[in-house]
């Protein structure tokens, strides 16, 4: 009896430290329910991970080797002599709590919010240095000596060739020329202001390792952060990548992880938001450590090779201060030959503001529209009148001349927005005209769908009656009805016709106009009404027979 109940306790106590040991293990992953509603705005906080406990921190280095990352640098007498004067707005200067920023000092602990799995990740023991570019205009110093010593501590010194500081005309010269006495840092002060653009272009001039690490002035960077980039530059000098961009709260300066499923995207008005990765890429992710291609990228804190930054065009330096140059850049480098990711083994945060905290020359929406009409202009082809739709005011705005930068397209060779659309960013949907519908027209007959699978010919109607099933969108090339676009069955004459949901990568749903008739573009077949009274099908292009003119009439 007594043995039972021995046996009893012992087992007990086996389970109960098992499951102890298990609960650890599964805390210390992050949870796999974890993604937030999609992201709805560059500064919004909707893409944390639910975990928030601090689990694994990063060590501090030991005081003596602190020492050597300092030179002669005084922090201490850095840090004091500007701090927060009682009764003074904490946020008033730099949009965030300059109280809970200063308090923290030049340096802590963070968690390293990486998935487990990326800490037995491999690099070449060759990787290439890289020079760091901060350019900052009118910065914390609390803020931007951590984002500096962030990266002297937590990057292999060998991988760390210089940091580059571009200081944007701050009202204080003394920043720059203070933290000029930290070794491996330069800083260059611009003599009147120029903005993050042309500053970062400064920089990356100056630079003399061949690879180009870009980061905000309000960064702290984690764990292992740099050799994850540098190793997918180095296999592929054509990849522009980013790491997942973590949140330094603006209130506490807590180190928040933010969810793992997410890319870049944007709207019609070039407003960027962080949202989901497409359902099948997801579902075809079983592993966490692997790339995330990104139609575009958030904009401050990337790495790209030096040559291909310079063989594709820097930036488009007539564009001022802040916005627009993410998208251009992220164009241009899917455009012209290139890719952009997000590493998810490389962690960063920022501190994610709700307003600048500096003035705008010109004012902060007419920048905007500036830079993003030089984007549009440049490499959205016919899809810019989508912008123009979204961001009406854009019209007639100043935005210079771009001919150096349409010289550099045709030079490279780039391709066309529709091939960006189709290849990197199909989810991004074609919007509904409302102006714009068509009949069209075959003499006195207008083509009609009837629900999806059947389409006819039927009298038209005129308005203000005309019915939607008469209604046709002509967006090159699709021909749609709302979310239904016109689509070949097969690609042989005598096909059928028929409505299916639009995908601008699907070849079956191409069309053109020849003269009067519809072509469509693969099988090179035409749009024909014959037999009359069956639906419409497809057959060979035969100029100037009645059943093949589709006359279009706009009506409004
Ligand atoms: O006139 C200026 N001169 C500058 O040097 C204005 C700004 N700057 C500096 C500034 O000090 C900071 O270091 O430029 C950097 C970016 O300015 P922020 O921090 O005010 O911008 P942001 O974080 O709101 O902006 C994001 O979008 C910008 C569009 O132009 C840039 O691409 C920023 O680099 C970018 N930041 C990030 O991508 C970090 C993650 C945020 C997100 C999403
Ligand atoms: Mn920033």
Request: proline share 6%; with cysteine; hydrophobic share 35%.
């Amino acid at each position: 009896m007594r043995r039972i109940r021995a046996n009893a306790i012992l087992i007990l106590t086996v389970a109960w430290i098992l499951g102890t040991f298990y609960y650890l293990w599964q805390d210390s992953r992050p949870s796999s329910s974890s993604s937030s509603s999609s992201g709805s705005q560059l500064k919004n906080h909707g893409r944390l991970e639910e975990r928030t406990l601090p689990l694994i921190v990063t060590r501090a280095p030991k005081l003596e080797q602190q020492g050597q990352l300092l030179g002669q640098f005084d922090q201490k007498a850095f840090l004091s002599s500007k701090q927060l004067k009682a009764g003074e707005d904490p946020y008033r200067e730099h949009a965030f709590n300059l109280q809970e920023s200063d308090r923290l000092g030049s340096e802590r602990t963070i968690r390293d919010t990486r998935h487990y799995r990326c800490s037995s990740m491999t690099f070449d023991p060759d990787l290439p240095p890289t020079s760091i570019i901060i350019t900052f205009h009118n910065e914390a110093r609390s803020t931007l000596l951590r984002t500096i010593k962030s990266v002297l501590m937590r990057s292999p010194p060998h991988l760390i060739q210089e940091i580059i500081l571009v200081d944007d005309f701050s009202s204080d010269p003394e920043d720059c020329r203070l933290l000029s006495q930290i070794p491996k840092v330069h800083c260059l002060r611009n003599e009147r202001r120029e903005g993050l653009i042309r500053s970062r272009v400064r920089g990356a001039s100056a630079a003399s390792a061949s690879i180009l690490t870009f980061l905000d002035s309000h960064c702290e960077v984690n764990t292992d952060w740099l050799q994850p980039m540098i190793q997918r530059v180095k296999e592929d000098h054509t990849r522009v990548v980013s790491p997942i961009i973590d949140v330094i709260s603006l209130d506490n300066f807590a180190y928040l992880a933010a969810s793992a499923d997410l890319r870049g995207g944007f709207d019609w008005s070039l407003h960027f938001k962080w949202e989901q990765i497409p359902i099948e890429q997801k579902m075809a992710r079983n592993d966490p450590t692997q790339p995330i291609r990104t139609p575009v990228i958030a904009g401050g804190i990337f790495v790209m090779d030096k040559g291909w930054f310079n063989r594709l065009g820097q930036y488009d330096t007539h564009m001022d201060i802040w916005g627009g140059e993410n998208f251009e850049l992220s164009f241009r480098v899917w455009m012209c030959g290139g890719s952009l990711e997000i590493l998810p083994c490389s962690r960063v945060g920022h501190v994610f503001r709700k307003r600048h905290p500096y003035d705008f020359p010109e004012g902060n929406a007419l920048t905007y529209i500036k830079n993003t009409r030089r984007a549009a202009e440049v490499w959205m082809d016919e899809y810019k009148q989508y912008y123009y739709a979204a961001r009406p005011s854009a019209q007639g705005k100043a935005f210079g001349s771009i001919a150096d930068r349409l010289a550099l397209r045709r030079k490279l060779n780039c391709n066309s927005f529709r091939w960006y659309l189709e290849n990197v960013y199909p989810e991004l949907k074609i919007p509904e005209q409302d102006a714009a519908y068509s009949l069209l027209k075959q003499g006195g007959l207008c083509l009609e769908s009837h629900g999806t699978d059947s389409l006819g010919l039927a009298e038209c109607k005129s308005t203000p009656s005309i019915p939607a099933s008469q209604k046709w969108t002509l967006i090159e090339p699709q021909i749609r009805q709302h979310d239904l676009c016109l689509a070949i069955t097969a690609f042989t004459a005598g096909s059928k016709v028929r409505l299916e949901p639009c995908n601008i990568k699907e070849s079956r749903q191409k069309w053109k106009p020849r003269g009067p008739a519809l072509q469509h573009m693969i099988s090179g077949l035409c749009l024909d009404s014959q037999p009359p009274s069956g639906p419409p099908l497809v057959a060979q292009c035969r100029p100037q027979v009645a059943s093949q003119s589709w006359e279009p009439q706009l009506v409004t």
